[in-house]
């Protein structure tokens, strides 16, 4: 049997980079990828990141087979994977749910598929991918006598038994709790690293995707609005959307006015900010101006030189352990997050209604274009989790 010349065994065994070529999906009503092209290196950890209803699970169902594009390719190297059905593709998906089959122990899950495929050798093949996934001893065991963690371990070793060129994980964390997700970033990490193969991660989580993935593509209304290293992401994002989404950050429309060597002069409502010009995406007119809440200082009285500070009114003040969050309201009305960390024996007892100054160094700074949407969520953000 053969599928745009070539044979199924020839989709199997197509190997390089998974490429996608102006990806379209359109449903009747709506469009959920849009015109979509990037290049996943062989043998990297890739995320994609984004809100429920961005495209981004739309997008592994169809690297998966599961739906077909409605334009555009799929490769994986020079091999076009479109119009391929799931069972004929370099590819596995481990999915939120396990799938474990209850019936059978977990060392016959794993070699369920070399058996399906009549591998004489399934046996041997099950064991080295449970040894991978630090499973061996509980091989015997059915998929109900193990915790949720155990289980995720499982449907893994169940996927890599087959050898793909491709691994896709479907939110494969949500079902655990924050200890057991964070154990288990970082043995999918150490297992990618281990086996060499391309793993795509689609996610909601942003401190998952920043985890785990060498590169993250950060979706939005079926595009991409950035990829790139989640360092290169957090520290110097290109968009509103993708400073809000990735961590969270202070947002501001204003108006770029002038320029003093490598800063931009800019108007934020009614305060005097600068922004390193390297670090805008504006040079010019409205300007959404970000800087993050960790790098805000509280202080009490207003300091001296540092060019940068705002005066503002304590709104809440939450313990969060490693530091203490503030949220200030500043006189445009507009809410700012400040962490300081609990370093010191006697931390600033500063209670609702206290007056402050909050004040950071302009090199922090970043500008992106106008949102006012974006800005408005980061507010609602922060008052929200405030009340």
């Not at 590169?215 to 079926?222: E, F, L, P, S």
């Not at 007892?349 to 004040?359: C, K, M, S, Y």
Request: hydrophobic share 40%; with cysteine.
């Amino acid at each position: 049997m053969a599928r745009n010349g070539r044979s199924v065994s020839g989709f199997r065994e197509a190997k390089g980079d998974l490429r996608l070529e102006n990806v379209t999906k359109a449903f009747a009503d709506f469009t959920a990828v849009d015109d979509l092209s990037l290049v996943v290196p062989r043998g990297s950890f890739f995320a994609l990141l984004g809100p429920s209803g961005c495209g981004k699970t739309t997008t592994l169902r169809m690297v998966a087979g599961l739906d077909q594009p409605t334009a555009g390719r799929i490769l994986v190297g020079e091999t076009d994977l479109t119009g391929s059905r799931p069972y004929e593709r370099p590819v596995n998906t481990v999915f939120q749910s396990y799938a474990l089959f209850p019936h059978l122990t977990i060392r016959d899950n794993v070699a369920f598929g070399p058996k399906r495929r009549g591998e004489a050798n399934a046996a041997s093949l099950a064991e080295d991918a449970l040894a991978l996934v630090q499973m061996t001893h509980l091989g015997g065991r059915k998929p109900a006598q193990l915790s949720g963690g155990q289980q995720q371990r499982v449907a893994v070793a169940r996927a890599l038994v087959n050898r793909p060129e491709v691994l896709l994980l479907d939110e494969p964390l949500g079902a655990l709790d924050l200890k057991l997700r964070r154990q288990m970033q970082v043995e999918l990490k150490r297992i990618q690293t281990e086996v060499g193969l391309t793993f795509i991660h689609v996610t909601h989580d942003q401190e998952e995707a920043m985890t785990m993935a060498d590169t993250v593509a950060v979706m939005n209304r079926g595009r991409i609005e950035q990829m790139g290293p989640p360092v290169q992401m957090y520290d110097l994002p290109k968009t509103a959307f993708v400073a809000n989404f990735v961590g969270q950050s202070n947002l501001g429309q204003g108006h770029i006015t002038g320029r003093d060597a490598d800063f931009l002069i800019a108007d934020v409502q009614g305060s005097t900010v600068r922004i390193p010009a390297r670090r805008s995406s504006v040079e010019s007119g409205a300007v959404t101006f970000g800087v993050r809440p960790e790098k805000v200082s509280v202080k009490r009285t207003r300091p001296e030189g540092t060019g940068n500070d705002v005066r503002g009114t304590v709104l809440d003040v939450s313990f969060i352990g490693v530091a203490t969050q503030y949220l200030v309201r500043l006189p445009s009305g507009t809410v700012w997050s400040a962490y300081e960390q609990n370093l010191d024996l006697e931390p600033m007892d500063l209670r609702p209604g206290d007056e402050v100054w909050l004040t950071w160094n302009p090199g922090h700074a970043f500008g992106v274009g106008p949102d006012p949407d974006a800005v408005q969520a980061a507010e609602a953000a922060k008052v929200g989790a405030g009340e």
